[in-house]
């Protein structure tokens, strides 16, 4: 199935495969998009959307009866197309809030906080995806299907749940006119901290700082 045929007027519109697979489409092509830097100003609410938008896919896959694939080997899609230079940009992009604190696993007791990259995340979230639209382009739907949903649970969806969060907290910062603490420490190059609490590099960001790069307007004190 090629690009041309991806969205063809003879699939049925109401089909869960085709619902599910506009939606990995549209959020590979915004993302993207967005890694460009056109529209810097805009970029972390749009992402907000698309993230949101995307984990809604993932729940349906997650509600969703498992998926069997039609052969018991997954066919060959070749290699993962390089998103490097995708990461380096979202880096860029979102620099000083790409680093953010992250809990794996929250029924875990006592699992230590890590650092985490949004630019990393949403990369790591792409390749998930990409690997499962190549079995759809391909016309093996099934497959596809099966991909997005094993890796939903087994990856892409734990790891675009962090990112939403970290993302919604940015917003929520900046709209409700609540400065970011000073985040001092840890890069994701280094080990946790155990149980200590977690701070992470980015220097002093201010709501000042952040609000107008990213085009968001804070509240007004009442």
Same mark, same amino acid.
């Given at each position: 199935?090629?690009?041309?045929? %991806?969205?063809?007027?003879?699939?049925?519109?109401?089909?869960?495969?085709?619902?599910?697979?506009?939606?990995? &489409?549209?959020?590979?092509?915004?993302?993207?998009?967005?890694? *460009? !830097?056109?529209? $810097?100003?805009?970029?972390? +609410? =749009?992402?907000?959307? &698309?993230?949101?938008?995307?984990?809604?896919?993932?729940?349906?896959?997650?509600?969703?009866?498992?998926?069997? $694939?039609?052969?018991?080997?997954?066919?060959?899609?070749?290699?993962?197309?390089?998103?490097?230079?995708?990461?380096? #940009? %979202?880096?860029?992009?979102?620099?000083?809030?790409?680093?953010?604190?992250? @809990?794996?696993?929250?029924?875990? +007791?006592? *699992?230590? +906080?890590?650092?985490?990259?949004?630019?990393?995340?949403?990369?790591?979230?792409?390749?998930?995806?990409?690997? !499962?639209?190549?079995?759809?382009?391909?016309?093996?739907?099934?497959?596809?299907?099966?991909?997005?949903? =094993?890796?939903? =649970?087994? #990856?892409? !969806?734990?790891?675009?749940?962090?990112?939403?969060?970290? %993302?919604?907290? @940015?917003?929520?910062?900046?709209?409700? #006119?609540?400065?970011?603490? &000073? %985040?001092?420490?840890?890069?994701?190059?280094?080990?946790?901290? !155990?149980?200590?609490?977690?701070? =992470?590099?980015?220097? *002093?960001?201010?709501? &000042?700082?952040?609000?107008?790069?990213?085009?968001?307007?804070? @509240? *007004?004190?009442?």
């Amino acid at each position: 199935m090629s690009d041309a045929t %991806l969205h063809a007027t003879t699939q049925d519109p109401d089909d869960f495969a085709v619902q599910i697979a506009d939606q990995v &489409e549209s959020f590979l092509v915004a993302v993207t998009e967005v890694a *460009k !830097g056109d529209e $810097p100003d805009s970029a972390v +609410p =749009f992402l907000l959307l &698309e993230v949101s938008q995307l984990l809604l896919a993932g729940g349906r896959l997650g509600a969703h009866e498992d998926i069997v $694939p039609d052969e018991r080997y997954e066919p060959d899609t070749g290699p993962d197309a390089d998103v490097d230079e995708l990461r380096e #940009n %979202l880096a860029r992009l979102l620099d000083p809030i790409d680093v953010y604190s992250e @809990v794996f696993d929250p029924y875990e +007791p006592r *699992k230590a +906080p890590v650092p985490a990259r949004i630019s990393d995340d949403l990369t790591d979230v792409i390749t998930d995806l990409r690997h !499962g639209m190549a079995h759809y382009r391909s016309g093996r739907t099934t497959e596809a299907l099966w991909w997005w949903q =094993f890796s939903y =649970f087994s #990856n892409w !969806g734990s790891t675009a749940s962090a990112t939403l969060r970290a %993302l919604q907290s @940015v917003v929520a910062h900046v709209r409700l #006119n609540q400065p970011l603490e &000073e %985040l001092d420490g840890l890069d994701t190059d280094q080990s946790p901290m !155990g149980d200590e609490t977690l701070e =992470f590099e980015a220097g *002093k960001v201010m709501q &000042e700082e952040i609000g107008g790069p990213l085009g968001m307007r804070p @509240v *007004k004190q009442q």
